[in-house]
């Protein structure tokens, strides 16, 4: 093996969860839970105003909104969940981890709560979902997307980081659970995923390790991550192309799995995009740098025209 690609191996490695019966932590009390075609699916609620969906990254959870939650939600209304496979939704074993798959279960949450003018927001693998559910929208006509935000995201499958395929290779996933804690992984991914590595403490390892513990984990990503480039990706491109609505496109400027020019692929594809870098941050600008990201979805938001809202949320 290239020593120069053994830290991209072991972020492979870490993202991977124990496979071993664990019990796994209950969920906050006052979180829910939508069934999608008998998948439960974890979310949460808050604020008053326009909706805004978040979509949180491969291998992280909703709790990484948690520093940007408090600002925003007292003039816009958020909706923050889990993906399949991942925090405390549902892990069938089962292959149905597509992007499409996953960009059908935000439509569906977004229609099972009948919000209306809706922002989708996605970080990393979560950005592509929401373009694709953006899309999606589009073409049916049946909901309301009017703006969009990617955050540390890349488009054309070039971009694609290396971990995500070499999670494909069966190996990997055995080694993680024989050579290595969820904590250990866990530290690994988040130093190459932060700028400043002091901010990573115990707390913070732990948040993202708890879920890595719940068993049907390993299988979830690995079939997230074989499913990440589409097969019609040519055809896709073709329709993002014509996706009209404004986009705000955040980097952070020190990402080194998502780098410069997988940033503005994005803006390459979208028509309506603008690319803005945030200093001083890795690939998780909103949990390093909250305060520099939250003036920029402030600006975007204020500046999306109004349609049809849902009302307040306690």
């Known amino acids: ?33 939508y069934n999608h075609e008998g998948v439960k699916i974890r979310f949460k609620e808050m604020g ?16 990484t909104w948690r520093y940007i939650t408090d600002s925003l939600k007292v003039d816009h209304r958020l ?16 292959e ?42 589009s073409e049916s006509r049946d909901l309301n997307i009017t703006g969009l935000v990617v955050i540390d995201g ?40 932060f700028y400043d590595d002091s901010k990573i403490t115990d707390d913070l390892v732990e948040l993202y390790a708890k879920y890595q513990r719940i068993p049907g984990t390993e299988h979830a990503m690995i079939a997230t991550a074989r499913q990440m480039v589409p097969e019609n990706f040519t055809l896709l491109k073709e329709k993002l192309a014509a996706l009209t609505i404004p986009v705000l496109n955040i980097w952070g400027e020190q990402d080194v799995i998502v780098k410069r020019p997988g940033a503005e692929s994005v803006c390459k594809i ?33 500046q999306l025209p109004h349609g049809a809202s849902t009302g307040a949320l306690p």
């Open 48 to 63: 008053q105003g326009r909706p805004v969906v978040f979509i949180h990254g491969f291998g992280a959870s909703l709790d």
């Open 154 to 193: 890349a488009l054309n499958p070039e971009y694609v980081p290396v971990f995500l395929h070499l999670l494909r290779v069966p190996v990997l996933g055995w080694l993680s659970v024989k050579l290595t804690t969820a904590p250990f992984r866990t530290r690994l991914m988040l130093r190459r995923a």
């Open 79 to 94: 909706v923050l969940l889990d993906l399949k496979g991942h925090g405390f939704s549902d892990r069938p074993p089962d």
């Open 270 to 302: 979208l028509p309506r995009c603008r690319l803005v870098a945030v200093a001083d941050s890795g690939h998780i600008p909103q949990e390093e740098a909250p305060a520099k990201v939250i003036p920029l979805f402030r600006e975007f938001l204020d």
């Open 96 to 137: 149905k981890y597509s992007l499409k798959e996953h960009a059908d279960i935000v439509l569906g949450l977004i229609h099972h709560l009948g919000l209306k003018d809706v922002v989708l927001v996605g970080h990393s693998l979560g950005s592509i979902v929401a373009v694709v559910a953006a899309l999606q929208a």
């Open 1 to 33: 093996m290239d020593l120069n690609s053994f830290p991209i191996v072991f972020m492979a490695l870490l993202i991977m969860s124990c496979s071993v019966s664990v019990q796994a932590p209950a969920p906050a009390l006052e979180e829910s839970f």
